[in-house]
């Protein structure tokens, strides 16, 4: 690590841990940790692939925080981005609703904040979550403090941080993003123009090109035994964590062990086409220095698991086949299958003891 990086990651611990002060843990949005007992868990994601994750993970620890990528700017979220200049809140609530309970408080609390107001005037298609989210913002002017209080109404079980205090634009470099040009490569702006591009994504970048992590998902990370990377659009809700320099100097540094968990199939438009092996390829290309302990993918999306090894060794990392998909056969994740694949992972490859 270079000394302006380690000066940078010295100087978050400090702020992260000022902020904290002497809170305990319920008044961060977190359950009291007993030592030892539960491992502490860093999600790392967007939209419906970092909900997955946490859908799983929240079955087998107390100790989990969901940091959350911040460039969003279609639909709900969109708007209230362009109208207050405020974070996009559409995946953090998305998170806040993976996180709510299997009981009636939580379920119902999960469908009140992902409702949608269907109307012919400006409340069309809001969510109730990213209002609630956004008054809360404008009320206590501190992104981490309302999310946490949000996360207490709703019962979580865990914290959801923003990866950055400042929302982004992500920008790709896409090849073919105009059918009557093919071979042209031309720079693609907005989270959703990406998503769905109909060209071959090559590269993605963040503006502002240095965003300033939060303190609070840096120390997270640093203080976590587990990291997990995906699933999720990889483009555009995974490798952005890769874009805010704090944050991949964190992932870098951290003690943790580190988990890739892949898509289920190639997404249309972002990824059409992609073997499971592209995309750790990709990723390498936007974080070459990052290292990895283990890569879970289903067992039926990998039709070659050589390749996949090999790949998965330049990071350092073994390959976990397990059966994570929904047994109706939709491309989604089982979080009861997805939670056993992850707490065998811990068991079988972290280094602490049992913890249940």
Not at 28 to 48: C, D, E, I, T
Request: hydrophobic share 40%.
């Amino acid at each position: 690590m270079t000394g302006r990086a380690a000066l940078r990651l010295s100087r978050l611990r400090r702020v992260a841990s000022e902020g904290r002060g002497d809170r305990p843990a319920e008044a961060r949005g977190g359950k009291p940790r007993r030592r030892g007992a539960q491992p502490k868990v860093v999600a790392l994601g967007g939209g419906m692939g970092l909900s997955a994750s946490l859908a799983a993970l929240r079955r087998i620890t107390g100790d989990l925080t969901a940091v959350v990528t911040v460039a969003d700017d279609g639909g709900s979220s969109g708007r209230l981005r362009d109208e207050l200049g405020v974070l996009p809140p559409g995946d953090l609530r998305k998170a806040l609703a993976a996180l709510c309970g299997d009981d009636d408080w939580g379920q119902t609390w999960a469908r009140v904040i992902q409702h949608r107001f269907q109307s012919q005037g400006d409340l069309h298609e809001h969510a109730v979550g990213n209002l609630l989210i956004v008054a809360l913002w404008e009320q206590l002017g501190d992104h981490v403090q309302a999310l946490d209080l949000v996360g207490r109404l709703l019962g979580a079980h865990g914290r959801v941080l923003p990866m950055s205090a400042v929302p982004l634009e992500l920008q790709a470099l896409v090849k073919g993003h105009d059918p009557e040009r093919p071979e042209d490569v031309d720079t693609v702006r907005g989270q959703a123009t990406v998503a769905l591009t109909p060209g071959e994504v090559q590269s993605v970048h963040v503006v502002p090109a240095d965003p300033p992590a939060v303190p609070e998902a840096v120390a997270a990370v640093l203080d976590a035994d587990w990291v997990v990377l995906g699933p999720g659009s990889w483009f555009s809700s995974v490798i952005p964590h890769l874009l805010v320099p704090e944050l991949l100097d964190a992932l870098t540094e951290t003690k943790a062990r580190r988990v890739l968990s892949l898509n289920l199939a190639p997404q249309p438009g972002e990824t059409e086409g992609f073997s499971p092996q592209r995309h750790l390829e990709v990723l390498g290309r936007h974080a070459p220095k990052l290292a990895l302990d283990v890569v879970l993918a289903d067992e039926a999306a990998v039709p070659d698991r050589d390749s996949l090894t090999d790949a998965a060794k330049r990071f350092g990392a073994a390959v976990e086949l397990a059966p994570v998909a929904r047994t109706d056969g939709s491309p989604r994740h089982d979080p009861e299958l997805l939670a056993a694949a992850y707490d065998r992972i811990f068991r079988m490859h972290g280094r602490i003891g049992p913890w249940r």
